[in-house]
Each structure stands twice: as structure tokens, then as C-alpha cells.
């Protein structure tokens, strides 16, 4: 009897034993960095994976105010953080003293600042020739701005949860080489006035997570 041809049968391997165990990190949480200013000035809350934090270092003693809670910078005081990651939606609440003069509430590295004059809020890069000017804030009062970069390499502006239609192009910060984070200064110009929850963002928030962000109906952590 002729015998049946016996195709070829692969080793049956023991998955646990003989496979090598990988562990694949979570990808990191959209929210990179939260600063609460409520049990700590510098403290941020931090999702890198690699256990680096980036938390503020406090210079000329700005101070914490409560209700809401929030860190204070006047007479030059600032606070500053090295960070290393993509950027791609900053979003804070600010309270200016005094609208009258220029109020620089953030800059990033050299290339990239925000700042309160007048009536006008100015979004400027050093690379660019137009800045953007928003007056659709309240003078003297809390104010939410968030920046989200989207697709087209634009930031998309939004202040009190409106998104502002005469969005410019922006370098992207994201791409900056030295990415240092400053609050309440700029190139020795300062702020006089508040920043409460500052947060920032591995991805594009869409217009219901930045409305709900405003109106505190969000969970950051799962957003």
C-alpha cells in the first residue's frame, strides 16, 4: 500500500516559553502637562512615560492666589520649564492687572510670545511678519485662549470657547530646537496678573472638547 505523502508540520511552540516577552509602552495621554497652581506652584502634572518631569522653576517669588486657585507674577517675577515634546494645543486662563501696558503672559524659547496690550491680545512669532491681534477678550477679567494646531499648519485661536475666524499662519513651535517654556515673561519683559490651568496637548482638540474645556465639563485625563 503506497504510503500518503505527510506534508510538513511546524514545531508547535510553547507561547510563554519559547516566545520573548515584549512589553509595549502605553502611547503616552493626549494631556503632556498640567499646571494645576493649587497644592504647588511648580508641580505639573506629567503623562511622559519616561518619568520626566517638567516642573516650573519659580524666580523673584511669584505667589499663589486662591479663588480661583492660580499663580501671581508682578514686580518681574516669572517662572519658567525645559520641555522636549510636540506641541500641539496650549490652553490657560489669564487675568491681566493693568490693560494699558504690554503683559506678556507666555513665550516659548525666543520665537514665540503672547501678550496683553490695550485692548488688544497679540500672538506673535519672531519668524513671521504678521502677528495675530484678538479683541474679542474681556479687559480685566479671567479670559480662556486656547491655541490648536490643526492640519493646514495654522493655529486655530479660540478665546472663551469662540473660535476666531482670521487665524494666520504660524511656525509651528512644536519644531522650535530650544523648546523653553516661560509664564509670565518675555525677553526680560514681564507680566502683572494671573495664569490659571495651564495645560498642554499631545494632539488637536476638537470645538466640543475646547467649549467643554472653558466650561469645566471635562475629564483632561480622557480627553
Not at 494645543?89 to 501696558?101: A, E, G, Q, R, Y
Not at 479687559?139 to 494646531?149: A, G, I, P, T
Not at 490659571?196 to 467643554?212: G, N, P
Request: with cysteine; net charge negative.
Amino acid at each position: 500500500m503506497k504510503e500518503t505523502p505527510r506534508f510538513y508540520e511546524r514545531p508547535v511552540l510553547n507561547i510563554k516559553k519559547d516566545r520573548p516577552l515584549i512589553k509595549i509602552p502605553e502611547p503616552p495621554k493626549p494631556l503632556r502637562i498640567w499646571y494645576k497652581f493649587k497644592n504647588s506652584l511648580t508641580l505639573g502634572l506629567d503623562e511622559n512615560p519616561n518619568d520626566i518631569k517638567y516642573d516650573l522653576i519659580l524666580v523673584n517669588n511669584p505667589t499663589y492666589v486662591s479663588s480661583p486657585d492660580s499663580i501671581r507674577f508682578v514686580n518681574g517675577s516669572y517662572a519658567y520649564s525645559n520641555i522636549d515634546f510636540k506641541i500641539k494645543t496650549l490652553s490657560f486662563w489669564f487675568n491681566v492687572d493693568d490693560c494699558n501696558i504690554d503683559n506678556y503672559l507666555l513665550s516659548i524659547s525666543d520665537a514665540f510670545y503672547i501678550k496683553q496690550n490695550n485692548s488688544n491680545l497679540v500672538i506673535q512669532t519672531n519668524t513671521d511678519v504678521n502677528s495675530t491681534i484678538i479683541t474679542d477678550h474681556i479687559r480685566n477679567e479671567w479670559n480662556h485662549l486656547v491655541l490648536n494646531y490643526n492640519s493646514l499648519n495654522k493655529y486655530d485661536i479660540y478665546i472663551n470657547s469662540n473660535l476666531l475666524l482670521d487665524t494666520v499662519a504660524y511656525t509651528d513651535i512644536s519644531l522650535l530646537n530650544d523648546k523653553t517654556l516661560y509664564l509670565g515673561q518675555h525677553q526680560n519683559n514681564n507680566l502683572n496678573g494671573n495664569i490659571s490651568d495651564f495645560q498642554m496637548y499631545y494632539k488637536q482638540l476638537s470645538q466640543l472638547e475646547i467649549f467643554d474645556l472653558c466650561n469645566s465639563n471635562i475629564d483632561l485625563y480622557n480627553i
